[in-house]
């Protein structure tokens, strides 16, 4: 199975504040790599699928970047409505479609 | 719009089975592998496997391989999670996601809590 990992697992920041959040795949995924929000008590979020595309209605601040193994999720200017716990998960061909720990965005 | 409505919160014994429904509503149902996917309390999300309701094809974690069944009722638009042999550590809320764009999950359900206590 193909393993993913995250850092940081948490993070502390401002308002306005640029964040970034890596994923790394134990193999290479191509551009197989997706990002989810979710807010304590809701469904997980889609945000960015195959590794760049922003899924449609969520907001230009969110970009991500990667191909192969490393892939990072950018966060321009934090908003207070961005803090949440963030995932990554791999969608290579073969199951299971595992997720990352996860990172948590906590107010500083 | 595209939305998956589950059903409700389920308690049960240990050893005791539980399943859990997934309504489809606002695409063609037999279109998209439907995933499963759970989150222990506290936890990150656990990935438990994916159903092809065109076919019926399944794959499964190997983590719930034997305890875990997924099938779907296309006359009712319908995908279900059945989950045998229940343990303290299966309580968890579980979700339903269809497959999206090149395999990410969108949307979600808004999740089932299953509780297995005695």
């Known amino acids: 199975d193909i393993q993913m990992t995250q850092s940081p697992s948490s993070l502390s920041a401002s308002v306005g504040d640029r964040v970034t959040i890596s994923c790394r795949a134990s193999q290479s995924i191509s551009n197989y790599l997706n990002w989810y929000q979710q807010k304590p008590g809701k469904a997980p979020n889609l945000l960015i699928y195959?590794?760049?595309s922003l899924q449609s209605g969520v907001p230009s601040r969110f970009s991500g970047s990667g191909s192969g193994t490393d892939f990072t999720l950018t966060i321009s200017s934090l908003q207070p409505e961005d803090f949440a716990t963030y995932y990554c998960?791999?969608?290579?061909?073969?199951?299971?479609?595992?997720f990352g720990q996860g990172t948590k965005v906590e107010i500083k | 719009q595209v939305q998956l409505v589950q059903s409700g919160a389920e308690v049960r014994r240990p050893g005791a089975s539980v399943k859990v429904s997934c309504k489809a509503s606002?695409?063609?149902?037999?279109?998209?592998?439907m995933h499963w996917v759970r989150q222990a309390p506290g936890q990150g999300l656990e990935w438990m496997g994916r159903i092809n309701p065109n076919n019926g094809v399944t794959n499964y974690a190997q983590s719930f391989q034997g305890r875990v069944t997924l099938t779907r009722d296309t006359s009712i638009s319908t995908a279900y999670m059945e989950l045998s042999s229940l343990r303290s550590d299966d309580t968890a809320v579980y979700y339903c996601?269809?497959?999206?764009?090149?395999?990410?999950?969108?949307?979600w359900g808004q999740g089932t809590l299953v509780t297995v206590s005695s």
């Open positions: 996601a269809r497959d999206h764009l090149l395999r990410s999950l969108d949307p």
């Open positions: 195959a590794a760049s």
């Open positions: 998960q791999h969608s290579y061909f073969t199951p299971p479609q595992t």
């Open positions: 606002g695409y063609i149902f037999s279109g998209n592998y």
